[in-house]
Each structure stands twice: as structure tokens, then as C-alpha cells.
């Protein structure tokens, strides 16, 4: 059995500037997966830096407020959204409201720093 709780995952600053934890990647944790789990958040008035994966994400919304634009297409998140994001889509997230964006996302395959590009 793997348990592993948010506290315990170091937070960092990503490329595309949101703070994230890695909960739970197969290079980092024995599990036999092909995908990664991050746990991030985004402040209110901010907006992460428009970035691209070669592999395909899923965010789930878990708390806050948002526009998620992806290859120019742009929608409302809040809590219990979840979005779609295919390999190579050109993204941001924008936080529009007055608390933190709070969301989950699934990488697959699992991320490798040499799979993304952020373009500013």
C-alpha cells in the first residue's frame, strides 16, 4: 500500500508558474502507472505562463475560480470542472476570482521536464 498526503509533498514554483506538489509519480514512488498526479493552486489575479506538453493533462477543479484557455478556446472553471488538455494543446490558467484556484492533474504520460515547453 502507498498513502501519501499533500503535506508531506514538497511545493514548488513550475515552469509555467503555478506552485504544485507532486503527489504521486511512477519514477518517484513504486507504482506501476503511466501517468503523474500534481496537486496546484494558482493565486487570485494571477495567470500561469502559456505552456505546451508533449503528453496529454486532466485538471480537476477543487476549489476557486478561473478561465482555462486552451489553443485559443477558452472556458469557466470552478470547483468540480474538469478539463481535458490533448498532447501538444497551447494553454493558461487564469485565476479570476478573490481565493486560490485549487485543482488536480493527471499527466500521461507522466511528466518529464523535457516533454514541456513554456512559451514566455
Not at 509533498?9 to 502507472?33: I, Y
Request: hydrophobic share 35%; proline share 5%; aromatic share 10%.
Amino acid at each position: 500500500m502507498l498513502k501519501r498526503t499533500l503535506s508531506e509533498c514538497e511545493e514548488f514554483l513550475a515552469g509555467d508558474h503555478t506552485v504544485l506538489r507532486e503527489l504521486l509519480h511512477p519514477r518517484k514512488q513504486p507504482v506501476r502507472l503511466g501517468y503523474s498526479v500534481a496537486h496546484g493552486k494558482l493565486e487570485p489575479g494571477r495567470r500561469s505562463k502559456w505552456h505546451v506538453l508533449q503528453s496529454s493533462e486532466v485538471y480537476y477543479f477543487i476549489a476557486g475560480r478561473g478561465r482555462f484557455t486552451i489553443d485559443g478556446e477558452t472556458c469557466s472553471v470552478e470547483a468540480g470542472s474538469l478539463i481535458y488538455v490533448p498532447p501538444g494543446g497551447k494553454q493558461a490558467l487564469e485565476n479570476t476570482g478573490t481565493s486560490e484556484v485549487e485543482f488536480l492533474c493527471f499527466v500521461d504520460p507522466a511528466w518529464r521536464i523535457e516533454d514541456e515547453e513554456v512559451l514566455e
